[in-house]
C-alpha cells in the first residue's frame, strides 16, 4: 500500500482538513474500514458472544474469536487461547499486578520497574509493594535517555540507520548494571518497550535475556503500548512473559486492551473479575473457573471494539510493519533537523538522537515558553500536539523539568506536517517573545 | 479569538506585583501538579485592608496574566470586598474566553488569595 493516499482513508481529515494531528501517542486516527466493521457488528449481528444459540450471536461469537486469531498471529504467539481481551494496556498491568503480583510476591521480595513508564505500568506496582511489604526498584535513565544498565557510555551499534528497521538502544552493551539491581529476589521486572516521552526503544530482547541470566524465574512484563502500532513485535522471539498493549493506539477502537501472557502462566494465576463468562460451574459453596483466556473475561466484553481490532491489524498488515517503522523514522529524522536547526538554542529535544534508537516521538522544551501557551497557540492553526508530564510524572521529576512539549508521528504524517509545526512553533515565538 | 490578546500579553510580559515581599503579614503558595505551576504570594494587611500584595512562580501566559491583573485589583480592597471574588469575576477582569482547561490557570491565582483571607 502507498503511503500517500492515505490520508482519505481516514475520514476525520474529511471533517477537518486542515488537521495537523501530532498526537497518535496518546490515541490514533481510525481508518474508514475500523469504523464500518463496528457499525457492522450493531447494524448485522448485534448479540451477545458466547451465549445464544442463533445465528446473529454465532456470528457475533465467530467474528470475536477469529480476532483472538489474528491478534495471536499479529504478535506470534503460541496461540490464540494466550490472548485475554481487556479494556486497555492499564487494564492489562492491572491484571498483572493483582492476578500475578499477588500470586508470586511476597513481603521481602522485589518487584524492578523504571522511571521512564507510564504510570500505568508504575503505579500498579509500586502500590503493590506498599501493599505487601515488598520492594520497588526503580531503574533510571542517563543523560542520552537510555536506561541506565551499562558501564560502558553510549557504546552504540555503529550500523547505518535503516538497514535494519527495528533495531534498539545499547545492542551490544553488557547491560553490566543490571546485575547491581536484578538479584534472585526480584519477581517481576515491569518495563516499557518504548517510552511514551524519550521515544527510547529498548532493547528488550538483550534486557529479558540478561534479567533471566541473572534470575530464570523473574517474570518480564513489557509494556508494548507504544511498540506494537509501530514496529514488529514477536513476543516469543522477545523472550518475556506477558505484553500489553492498547487497540486506539493502533488503529483500532477505544475501549479494547490485549494482554498476552504465556498459557502455563496464565493458568497459574489468581481471576481477575469474578462474574459471567469466566465460570465453569457455580456452587453455592464454591466455583470452578474457566480455563485462561475465558478466565479473565468476566461479563460482556467491548465485542464492537474487539471484533473492529481485527480490521486496524488487517490495516496495518497490508501497509507493513517494516513500511511504517521506516515512514516514522524518516520523519522522525526530519522532524529533528529541521527543529533544532530553526530554532538553535532554543529547543531542547529529550531522548536518543540516533532514530534508530527512537519511535515516532520527539518530546522537547521550547525556550521559557510554558508548554500550554505552546499548545494554545498551536491548536489556533490546528496542530495537535500534548503537553504536560504525559502520564510520566516520575521521569520529569528526574529530568526537573515540569512539562514538555510532544509531537509523535504515524502512517498518516507528512514532512508538510513538521513544516506547519515549525511554522507554529514560529508564531509561538512572535507571540510571546 | 485568539486568547492571547495584547492586555494577556502586556501582563505577561510584564507582570505588576512580581515577587516576594520582605515581611508580609500572610504568605502561601498554590500549585497545578498537572502542568507544573506553581504561585506564591505574599500579602501586608493592615487591619482589614490589604495594602501590599506580590506574587511569584512559574506559570503559563494565562495564569501568570491573571496573577499581574488580580494583584493590582486587589490593593486597597478590605479583606470581605475580597472574598467576594470568583471565577466569574476572573473571567471579566482577564475578558477572554476560556476552555475547561485552561480556566484552571486562571483560578490558580484565585486560590492563592482566597487562602490568605
Ligand atoms: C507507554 C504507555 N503505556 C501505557 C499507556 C496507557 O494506555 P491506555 O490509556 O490505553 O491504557 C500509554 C498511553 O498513553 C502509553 O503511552
Redesign the pocket.
Known amino acids: 500500500m502507498n503511503l500517500k493516499n492515505i490520508r482519505k482513508d481516514f475520514p476525520i481529515f474529511r471533517h477537518h482538513n486542515a488537521l495537523v494531528y501530532l498526537d497518535s501517542?496518546?490515541?490514533s486516527l481510525k481508518p474508514q474500514s475500523v469504523i464500518e466493521k463496528e457499525v457492522e457488528y450493531y447494524e448485522q449481528y448485534s448479540a451477545n458472544v458466547f451465549r445464544g444459540i442463533y445465528k446473529i450471536s454465532e456470528r457475533a461469537t465467530s467474528e470475536y474469536k477469529k480476532t483472538r486469531e489474528i491478534v495471536a498471529q499479529f504478535i506470534n504467539a503460541n496461540k490464540p487461547e494466550e490472548i485475554v481481551f481487556t479494556?486497555?494496556?492499564?487494564?492489562?498491568?492491572n491484571l498483572l499486578a493483582y492476578s500475578l503480583g499477588r500470586k508470586i510476591v511476597n513481603e521481602g521480595d522485589e518487584i524492578v520497574s523504571t522511571i521512564m513508564?507510564?504510570?500505568?505500568?508504575f503505579v500498579p506496582w509500586q502500590q503493590l509493594a506498599i501493599e505487601n511489604g515488598s520492594t520497588f526498584k526503580v531503574i533510571n535513565v542517563n543523560n542520552d535517555g537510555y536506561l541506565d544498565l551499562d558501564n560502558l557510555k553510549s557504546q552504540m551499534p555503529a550500523s547505518p540507520a535503516g538497514r535494519s528497521n527495528i533495531k534498539s538502544a545499547a545492542k551490544n552493551s553488557n547491560l553490566e548494571k543490571l546485575k547491581q539491581v536484578i538479584t534472585r529476589k526480584t519477581k517481576i521486572l515491569a518495563l516499557?518497550?518504548?517510552?511514551?516521552v524519550l521515544g527510547t526503544i529498548n532493547p528488550m530482547k538483550e534486557i529479558a535475556a540478561a534479567a533471566k541470566k541473572i534470575n530464570p524465574n523473574i517474570m518480564v512484563i513489557v509494556?508494548a503500548?507504544?511498540a506494537l502500532p509501530h514496529m514488529k513485535v514477536d513476543v516469543r522471539d522477545l523472550g518475556v512473559d506477558f505484553v500489553?498493549f492498547?487497540s486506539?493506539?493502533m488503529l483500532g477502537p477505544?475501549g479494547v486492551?490485549v494482554l498476552w501472557g504465556k498459557y502455563n502462566l496464565l493458568q497459574e494465576m489468581f481471576p481477575f473479575n469474578y462474574g459471567g463468562e469466566m465460570i465453569q460451574e457455580v456452587y453455592v459453596d464454591r466455583t470452578v473457573f474457566k480455563e485462561p483466556p475465558l478466565k479473565f473475561e468476566a461479563g460482556t466484553p467491548h465485542i464492537a471494539g474487539v471484533i473492529a481490532l481485527k480490521e486496524a491489524i488487517h490495516y496495518l498488515r497490508s501497509i507493513g510493519l517494516d513500511v511504517v517503522r521506516r515512514h516514522e523514522m524518516e520523519i522522525t529524522q526530519y522532524a529533528i533537523n529541521l527543529l533544532l536547526s530553526e530554532f538553535k538554542g532554543q529547543l531542547r529535544i529529550l531522548g536518543p538522537r540516533d532514530v534508530d534508537h527512537r519511535g515516532g516521538i520527539v518530546t522537547f522544551t521550547f525556550a521559557n515558553y510554558h508548554p500550554h501557551d505552546v499548545a494554545q497557540i498551536l491548536d489556533e492553526d490546528n496542530i495537535c500536539i500534548r503537553v504536560g508530564h504525559?502520564?510520566a510524572m516520575p521521569l520529569h521529576e528526574s529530568l526537573r523539568i515540569n512539562a514538555t512539549v510532544r509531537a509523535s508521528f504515524y502512517i498518516y504524517n507528512t514532512k508538510d506536517d513538521v513544516e506547519k509545526l515549525v511554522e507554529g512553533l514560529k508564531k509561538v515565538q512572535k507571540i510571546l517573545r | 479569538m485568539s486568547i492571547y490578546q495584547e492586555i494577556i500579553l502586556e501582563h505577561y510580559k510584564n507582570p505588576r506585583n512580581f515577587g516576594t515581599l520582605k515581611s508580609p503579614s500572610k504568605k502561601t503558595s498554590v500549585s497545578n501538579p498537572s502542568c507544573g505551576d506553581k504561585i506564591g504570594m505574599d500579602v501586608v494587611f493592615t487591619g482589614k485592608k490589604l495594602m501590599e500584595i506580590k506574587f511569584s512562580g512559574q506559570g503559563c501566559a494565562i495564569s501568570r496574566a491573571a496573577a499581574s491583573l488580580l494583584t493590582e485589583y486587589c490593593k486597597g480592597k478590605t479583606n470581605e470586598e475580597l472574598q467576594k471574588l470568583d471565577k466569574e469575576f476572573m473571567i471579566k477582569l482577564l475578558g477572554i474566553e476560556l476552555g475547561p482547561n485552561r480556566i484552571k490557570c486562571a483560578l490558580l491565582p484565585l486560590e492563592a488569595l482566597h487562602k490568605l483571607l
Open positions: 501517542t496518546a490515541t479494556r486497555s494496556t492499564t487494564e492489562s498491568l513508564e507510564h504510570h500505568s505500568n516499557t518497550y518504548v517510552s511514551n509494556d503500548a507504544q500489553a492498547s486506539h493506539k477505544t486492551g504525559h502520564c
